[in-house]
C-alpha cells in the first residue's frame, strides 16, 4: 500500500523556465564557449553549495575565481532577483497535492537546491503543500546518494515499498528503485499527475 509520495521540487512542482547556468550567463556576461567551459570547472562548487558547505558570498567568490571573471555586478542579489521572477509551480500538480493530503497521504520534498533558492521558495509558501522537506543544503546528502533517500524513509516512518519517488532526472530514480520504492520520470504536470494515481490505485487495490 502507498503511504508517501516525494517529490523533487524543480521541474517536478516548479516550473523550470530558465536554467541556472542561463543566469550565470546573464551574471558574467558569458559567451557559449566560456559558458560550457564554466560547467565543467565549477562542478565540485555547486556539491560543496548544494550540500550547505559553502555560504552565498563564498559561492560567488569562489566561482568568480573559478572560471576567471570579475563580478560587476552583485552575483548573489542579481541570482536571487532572478530565481525569484520565474518563480511558478505546476497548477496540475499543486491541486493533485491538495488532494492527496485530503486523503491523508503523507507529502514530502526531497530535492538537490542551493540556499537561496530555498529561502525564495519559502518566501513564496512553495513548501507548505508538504508534510516534510527534506533539502539537500540543510541535510547534507545530495541526489543521487543513496544516504539521501535513505534519511527521508526513515524520517517518514514508512517502508521504500510503501513510497512514490518523483524526478525529472532519470539517474535520481534509480536509488529509489534500488531501496524499493516506485518511481515515476517527470516530463509534463499531465503526465505526472495521471501516473501517480495510476500507481496508487494499483498499489492500493492489491
Known sequence: MIKAIIFDYNGVVKKINKYFFDDVELIFSLSA????????????????????????????????????????????????????????LYEEVVNMLKNLKTDRYVTAVLSDTFPYMADIIREH?????FDKVYLSCEVGFVKPQKEFYELAVKDLAVLPS???????????????????????????????????????????EV
Open 33 to 88: 564557449e566560456e559558458k560550457e567551459n564554466a560547467k565543467k570547472v565549477t562542478r565540485d562548487l555547486f556539491e560543496q553549495f548544494d550540500k550547505g558547505l559553502l555560504d552565498e558570498d563564498s559561492f560567488w567568490l569562489k566561482f568568480s575565481q573559478r572560471i576567471n571573471k570579475s563580478m560587476q555586478v552583485n552575483a548573489k542579489e542579481l541570482a536571487r532577483k532572478l530565481f525569484n521572477e520565474h518563480f511558478e
Open 125 to 129: 509558501n512553495g513548501y507548505d503543500y
Open 162 to 204: 510503501e513510497c512514490i519517488f518523483i524526478d525529472d532526472n532519470e539517474d535520481n530514480l534509480l536509488p529509489a528503485e534500488k531501496l524499493g520504492m516506485k518511481t515515476v520520470l517527470a516530463k509534463k504536470p499531465e503526465q505526472i499527475v495521471k501516473d501517480i494515481w495510476a500507481i496508487i490505485k494499483l498499489e492500493n
